[in-house]
């Protein structure tokens, strides 16, 4: 039930586009995103629910395409800051539970 | 300023001495939870609260206790702790339910890293 977050890891030059996948086996209401850096806490980023979001603020977008029960993070034209791991978390249709994915590591180097 | 605050950060304990870490949060926030963060698997919910007083099971709840008896203050207890409790926790709180209110995100606290020997 775990939704499967791809890549693992990744690592990028300054100034590249990055984009995280969040899928999940079963039917969602909701995707949560949120980053971690090292040693600190989780933030929030952005909630999208099904009906096709999409949503974005400053070069950090996301969209939830509920048929394919998977959500994509894009982030463009990555900067130093974006360093850290992404978590997706999932909130199932049948349960309401919000289950988080392992986390896709990004490593942007200068 | 607006935060969950968590302590201690770093705890280190033997086998079977109980032990709370503290969670505390001033935005007024109804919901409330323990996470359990380990290597590839990401967060676990432990507990959680909706309001004072109501307490609800997460994915991982043995070996754990949770209070709730002020709004702002959401304690985790480990009666005995064991070495498989070794971990990072986190608190985190809300406005709403955040499973279901597209307004009411997380905020977390720190984070307490927690080793039992």
């Known amino acids: 039930q775990q939704p499967v977050q791809s890549p693992q890891a990744v690592i990028l030059r300054e100034g590249e586009d990055a984009v995280i996948n969040c899928s999940s086996s079963k039917a969602l209401y909701s995707v949560h995103w949120y980053r971690q850096k090292h040693g600190e806490a989780p933030v929030f980023l952005m909630i999208l629910l099904k009906g096709g979001e999409q949503k974005g603020h400053d070069k950090i977008s996301a969209s939830f395409n509920e048929k394919k029960q998977q959500s994509s993070l894009y982030l463009t034209a990555s900067q130093l800051s974006y360093s850290g791991t992404y978590f997706c978390?999932?909130?199932?249709?049948?349960?309401?539970?919000?289950?988080w994915g392992a986390g896709t590591k990004l490593i942007i180097k200068p | 300023e607006a935060q969950v605050t968590q302590n201690p950060r770093y705890l280190i304990t033997v086998t079977g001495k109980k032990l709370t870490v503290t969670c505390s949060q001033n935005?007024?926030?109804?919901?409330m939870s323990w996470y359990r963060q380990d290597p590839g698997l990401g967060l676990r919910q432990i507990y959680y609260?909706?309001?004072?007083?109501?307490?609800d099971k997460g994915d991982v709840p043995e070996g754990y206790k949770v209070s709730r008896k002020e709004k702002r203050n959401f304690p985790l207890i480990l009666e005995s702790p064991s070495p498989n409790q070794t971990s990072l926790y986190f608190c985190a709180s809300s406005f709403g339910d955040p499973r279901t209110q597209s307004t009411s995100p997380l905020h977390f606290g720190n984070g307490t890293r927690l080793t039992v020997t």
């Open positions: 935005m007024n926030h109804e919901y």
């Open positions: 609260s909706m309001n004072v007083e109501v307490t």
């Open positions: 978390g999932t909130v199932q249709d049948s349960n309401y539970q919000l289950i």
